[in-house]
């Protein structure tokens, strides 16, 4: 998994769980799996193997749907530069991105970040967060 499919699942596991009105800890009762564990995939931390999803999934009234996909011809996504993916576990980016934003957010500041012609900065990060915000603001 990508990074940003990673924060992406982990923002649906922890919506998921907290709207059934779960604590991590019965959740990982009932997944076979350890807290630290469910708390740093939901942090977008981690790379999950196929078991622990599959029992993440049955823990929360999931349908797990996997596929493995032929060649499309087209290109796979690119990675997020490692400073992205770093801000996007900073307090101000999940504060500022709602669950459902942030995996659309990414891709937006990483295509920005990459006109920069240069590494981006964690200022850059702060400046592009703060036009994607602006820019999809309801006003």
């Excluded at 990074?3 to 923002?11: C, D, K, N």
């Amino acid at each position: 998994m990508c990074p940003v499919e990673i924060v992406e699942l982990g923002a649906r596991l922890r919506h998921r769980r907290t709207a059934a009105g779960r604590t991590i800890a019965s959740v990982a009762a009932d997944a076979g799996l350890s807290v630290p564990y469910i708390a740093n995939l939901e942090n977008g931390r981690g790379n999950p193997t196929l078991s622990a999803l599959s029992g993440l999934a049955a823990a929360l009234d999931l349908q797990l749907d996997v596929r493995l996909a032929g060649d499309t011809g087209a290109p796979a996504p690119a990675a997020l530069p490692e400073s992205l993916v770093k801000f996007s576990r900073s307090a101000r980016f999940r504060a500022e991105t709602p669950p459902a934003e942030r995996s659309r957010r990414l891709g937006a500041m990483a295509a920005m970040g990459a006109l920069a012609g240069r590494p981006p900065t964690e200022l850059d990060w702060h400046r592009l967060l703060d036009v994607v915000v602006l820019l999809t603001r309801d006003d």
